[in-house]
C-alpha cells in the first residue's frame, strides 16, 4: 500500500486530497473500498482535479466502479479525468455527474469489490446527498458520510433542513456503525455523532428563533447571521448564510 493511502476499515483505504482550507479542513477522503481478497476496488469521491492525487488512486488497484457522493466540485470535478485514467463508470444521485454509469438509486444495493454497498439518499446538506453504508465491514459495519457528517465540526445546510433533520434520523437508524467522513477523521459510532448533530441543530433552530424575536420576523439572512454566527470567519460567512437560509426556510414552513 503505498505509504499515503491509510488504512480507516477492514474494507476500506482513503487518500487525503492536497485540497485543504476553511471549507475541507485537511482535505477531501478519497475512499478505496474493497474486500481483502478482491480483484478491484471502488472509488468514493475523486476529489479535486489533482493528476498525483489522481495517478495515486489509480495506482492503488484495479478500479471497476466510481462512486460520487454529492456535486461539490472537491468531490467531483476529477470525475470524468478519473473515468478516462481507468476506464471506470461514474455514477452519483444527479445524472449531470455521471459518467458512462447510470445514477443512484435510493435503497440500492451494489455489489462490487467483493462487498455489498447500499445507497442511502441523504439529502440536505446537498439535494442530491448520498452515504454508502457497508454492512460488512467489521462488526458494526461502516457508512461512507460524504459532507452529510464531517470527521470534525457540523455541515453547511445547502439544501432543505427538514430533509437534512430526516436524513440524520435515517442515518442513526443504521446503529453505532464506523463513521467515514469526506473530511476530518474517522469516528467510531454513528449512532452517537447523529445524536450530537440533531442536538446541535436544535440549538442552532432555538438561537434563530431568539434572534427573530430581536430582530422581527422578517429579519434578513444577513442580519440573523450576524447574531447566531457572530464569531464566524469571514471566509466561510457563505455558508453560515447558507445554513441560516435553510434555518429560516424552516421555520417559517417553506422548503
Known sequence: MPADIMRT????????APNAGPM???GTNSYLIGAPDAKTIVLVDPGPLDEAHLAALAAAGRVELVLVTHRHADHSAA?????ALTGAPVRAFDPAYCVNGATLVDGELILAAGTSIRVVATPGHTDDSVCLHLPGDGPTGSVLTGDTILGRGTSIIDGALADYLA??????AIGPAIVLPAHGPVLPDLTAICDTYLAHRNERLDQVRAALSTLGRDASIAQVTDVVYAQTDAAV???????????LAYLRGER
Open 24 to 26: 475541507t479542513l485537511e
Open 237 to 247: 460567512r457563505f455558508a453560515a448564510e447558507a445554513s441560516v437560509r435553510a434555518q
Open 79 to 83: 470525475s470524468a479525468r478519473f473515468a
Open 9 to 16: 476499515s477492514p474494507f476500506t483505504r482513503s487518500l487525503l
Open 167 to 172: 436524513s440524520l434520523d435515517r442515518l442513526r
